[in-house]
């Protein structure tokens, strides 16, 4: 199995352990790696903004750094299941289909920053900024950057990922 160069922050910064579950997310390269411990136990391709990365409130930027997941929502939605403000809507998107809104769709991994001044506080705090790992109705733009500012997934990986992360799982967002 890859190792992830990221891993060796985790393990100093965060004391990350051999049996823990993290997630890598390669902004350049835009995949979502899963791992336990140093080993990629899955990767996705994914969508990251197309406004680029940064951390500022309104800038809809893909923001740096350790995060962690604070909540998942959406057990047992129906595929395609929009969510508005983190609540479903029980209406379903149309996959596949270009749209305007950038809709969030069938499981939400919602994100809480750890690292004051670069995702948390004032003004570039990620979880208020409502950045999110998440379903989307387009799947055909997965692999390049088309987000406002979350990590887009196709609906089918986030469900899976969703069974396999557990709450509280740390999350790094790297450039490479």
Known sequence: ???????????????????????????????????????????????????????????????????????????????????????????IAKIGADIEKDLITTRILKLRGLEKGVNKGKGIDSYERCIYIHGTAEEHLIGRPASHGCIRMRNGDIIELFALVPGGTLVKIVRR
């Open 1 to 91: 199995m890859k190792k992830i160069s990221a891993i060796g922050k985790l393990q100093a910064q965060f004391g990350f352990g051999s049996d823990q579950y993290a997630i890598v997310v390669s902004i350049s390269k835009q995949k979502l790696y899963f791992l336990k411990g140093e080993k990629v136990i899955q990767r996705y391709s994914v969508s990251t903004s197309k406004y680029g990365t940064g951390n500022k409130e309104g800038s809809n930027k893909t923001p740096f750094g350790m995060h962690c997941i604070s909540n998942k929502i959406g057990k047992n939605a129906e595929i395609g299941s929009i969510f508005k403000s983190c609540r479903n809507t029980r209406k």
